[in-house]
């Protein structure tokens, strides 16, 4: 009999973080973007902009905003967790920010980036925890109990306004 190749959709091999954007490692680098649910939850992607001028071969710091989402209920911001170097930033999504809300996975990756103090699968492999790095099981909890969260803040606000 043939063998039947196993297919996992693009999701469930990347990482996520809590602020939603997700990892992919392309061997020594990683490609970020941002997650469905993220796109979902902001009703759309408007635009990206740089937000802070790095330069070529710099070291960007953990936690640094490094671009501005805009959305249809706000603006937020990409930080990545751990120091790094910006290789590459995708002009496809920058020409044509709304491809991200019907794809955000695949060649829609927002920035491809360099790890400066570890190894790439040691960020994945070995210091998920480090990193606040969740696989697509945890970051799926993750989401249902942020679901209920705005649910139940939605409801608290009505029942404001009633009373």
């Known amino acids: 009999p043939e063998r039947v190749k196993q297919h996992y959709s693009y999701e469930r091999i990347l990482a996520y973080t809590k602020n939603h954007l997700w990892y992919a490692y392309n ?12 796109i979902a939850k902001h009703k759309g992607i408007v635009n990206i902009e740089l937000w802070y001028r790095y330069k070529a071969e710099e070291i960007i710091k953990k936690d640094t905003k490094l671009f501005k989402i805009n959305t249809n209920t706000g603006p937020f911001y990409l ?6 170097k910006v290789i590459y ?16 996975y ?5 920035i491809q ?5 570890f190894a790439v699968k040691n960020i994945f492999y070995n ?5 606040k790095l969740m696989s697509w099981e945890k970051y799926m909890k993750y989401i249902e109990s942020e679901k209920k969260f705005i ?3 939605k409801l608290k606000n009505i029942i404001w306004e009633i009373f």
Do not use: C, M, T
């Open 151 to 153: 649910f139940f803040k």
């Open 27 to 38: 061997g020594d680098l990683l490609q970020v973007g941002i997650s469905k649910f993220a």
């Open 113 to 117: 980036i360099e790890p400066v103090q």
């Open 79 to 84: 930080a990545i967790p751990f120091d790094f």
């Open 127 to 131: 210091f998920p925890e480090r990193f």
């Open 106 to 110: 695949n060649e829609n990756w927002i």
């Open 89 to 104: 930033a995708n002009s496809r999504v920058y020409n044509l920010p709304l491809a991200l809300n019907n794809e955000p």
